[in-house]
T-cell receptor, first 117, second 111 residues
Framework: DTEVTQTPKHLVMGMTNKKSLKCEQHMGHRAMYWYKQKAKKPPELMFVYSYEKLSINESVPSRFSPECPNSSLLNLHLHALQPEDSALYLC????????????????FGNGTRLTVT | SQQGEEDPQALSIQEGENATMNCSYKTSINNLQWYRQNSGRGLVHLIL?????REKHSGRLRVTLDTSKKSSSLLITASRAADTASYFCATDPTGGFKTIFGAGTRLFVKA
């Protein structure tokens, strides 16, 4: 079991649907991340929130919209996705807003397996 | 672009044998970390080695770092079937704000 909880575990959505992925941590971490992982590939960074403010957007298409309502919660709103967006979406948190720069490891949730039909 | 590249891409060994995975990276780093990922699950942090360290141990894990060659290795001794997973190195480029993962090594440990 991980200390970062992601819901739902699985999600199937059509290209016209709107859905949201949720992530929660209660470790007091002030940095939260969204990663996308395709099969047999490493995780790719999408967004970084530091102290509830968006600090990094890795040129992610606007059909992905992150939100950080408070220091424990992170959402990813999905709209008008494409089949190629099907992937494992991983949430992570760390103690430091500078990620590993201050020797702070990432704590990952188990991800949401997203299928876009 | 990926900071780290790992080899081998896949490794198959018998239970009880040692497994060695290598990681190379491109830029200066503050530290290097290794993560494990079981199929379809999240990544689990294994060990962190700082740029001024050369070797670190944690249980059956031994990590080395050679900053002159920009490379690291992860040794798992006396492997078990439960060690079957993908292993990723991750680096923090000096001054960077984001973790960059290598391509990963898929380890299969046969019972």
């Amino acid at each position: 079991d991980t200390e970062v909880t992601q819901t739902p575990k699985h999600l199937v959505m059509g290209m016209t649907n709107k859905k949201s992925l949720k992530c929660e941590q209660h470790m007091g971490h002030r940095a939260m991340y969204w990663y996308k992982q395709k099969a047999k590939k490493p995780p790719e960074l999408m967004f970084v929130y530091s102290y509830e403010k968006l600090s990094i957007n890795e040129s992610v298409p606007s059909r992905f919209s992150p939100e950080c309502p408070n220091s424990s919660l992170l959402n990813l709103h999905l709209h008008a996705l494409q089949p190629e967006d099907s992937a494992l979406y991983l949430c992570a948190s760390s103690q430091s807003s500078r990620g590993l720069s201050y020797n702070s490891p990432l704590h990952f949730g188990n991800g949401t397996r997203l299928t876009v039909t | 672009s990926q900071q780290g590249e790992e080899d081998p891409q896949a490794l198959s060994i018998q239970e009880g044998e040692n497994a060695t995975m290598n990681c190379s990276y491109k830029t200066s780093i503050n530290n290097l970390q290794w993560y494990r990922q079981n199929s379809g699950r999240g990544l689990v942090h294994l060990i962190l080695i700082r740029s001024n360290e050369r070797e670190k141990h944690s249980g059956r894990l031994r990590v080395t770092l050679d900053t002159s060659k920009k490379s690291s290795s992860l040794l798992i001794t006396a492997s078990r079937a439960a060690d079957t997973a993908s292993y990723f190195c991750a680096t923090d480029p000096t001054g960077g704000f984001k973790t960059i993962f290598g391509a990963g090594t898929r380890l299969f440990v046969k019972a």
